[in-house]
């Protein structure tokens, strides 16, 4: 057998039943029981699914059954008692969500000063998308010169939730997988959830992850933009460069804040 099938195999064991994986990913039964046997492959996309909802990489899929195996267990994925506490705090979180928070799906180019190439606006694309009763989404940033060949390219995976009227995302830099990012935003409801704004918690991606805090602004892409065309215009920029529209500055200038704590951006502050 491949040892993708062995591999997925193994994983199955871990949840309720081979069932619930199919309700769980929308795929037919009779579809994964071809992966489970061998006898068929995933295409990229779905494979980056299955990947994500088991937690692992799809190089991972493909290592030697032992060496799998003993991955799994290092990480906890074979800890079923673990996967149902998690699952129990996801549930409790979310059960507080609003519905309105539906209302975000779709793209975003999303402005802030960078917390490695200080003085630096970064500009990354963040897209909205519901899987199941949730709000997921990517963001994707291009820490280089927006017309140039860039090869410093990060992805970041998180959840989002709508409650006490304020939209809170958590997501984890994809690739080293050690990076974790939470921003909490203002919905815009005059403008129809085009514009959000409010404060970015991380590290600096730089050699001394220092702890920072910015103010963030996040405005739809225009209807029928293509995603290639997006990332396009996606990188870092000057502060007076022409590309970044001068209505953004103010909302995430770093400058001025409340006196005892680090505020989002609020034009009525004196």
């Known amino acids: 057998m491949h040892p993708f099938g062995t591999n997925l195999r193994l994983l199955c064991g871990y949840r309720p039943s081979i069932a619930r994986v199919a309700q769980d990913l929308k795929i037919n039964r009779s579809q994964l029981n071809r992966y489970l046997a061998g006898s068929s492959f995933p295409r990229n996309a779905l494979m980056r699914k299955i990947c994500d909802y088991f937690g692992v990489e799809p190089h991972e899929m493909l290592l030697p059954e032992d060496e799998f195996a003993r991955l799994v267990k290092l990480r906890g994925l074979s800890s079923d008692t673990l996967t149902r ?7 409790q979180i979310f059960a507080r969500g609003d519905q309105r928070i539906f209302n975000l799906v779709g793209t975003f180019f999303e402005y802030y000063y960078s917390m490695s190439s200080r003085g630096q606006i970064v500009r990354a694309l963040v897209s909205f998308s519901i899987e199941g009763d949730h709000v997921f989404y990517r963001r994707l940033e291009r820490m280089g010169p927006f017309d140039r060949t860039c090869r410093r390219h990060y992805r970041y995976q998180g959840a989002a939730l709508l409650t006490g009227d304020r939209v809170f995302l958590n997501d984890y830099e994809y690739s080293a997988g050690i990076e974790i990012t939470q921003t909490v935003l203002y919905p815009d409801y005059a403008h129809r959830w085009t514009r959000l704004h409010g404060v970015k918690v991380g590290v600096s991606a730089n050699r001394d992850h220092v702890p920072c ?29 022409p590309e970044i529209p001068a209505y953004v500055l103010p909302m995430i200038d770093n400058a001025r804040s409340g006196n005892h704590v680090f505020e989002a951006y609020a034009d009525e502050r004196g």
Not at 85 to 91: K, N, P
């Open 85 to 91: 506490t998690f699952r129990q705090h996801f549930d």
């Open 213 to 241: 805090a910015v103010r963030t602004y996040l405005e739809r892409t225009l209807p029928r933009m293509p995603l290639s065309g997006a990332l396009r215009r996606c990188g870092l920029f000057d502060a007076d460069s």
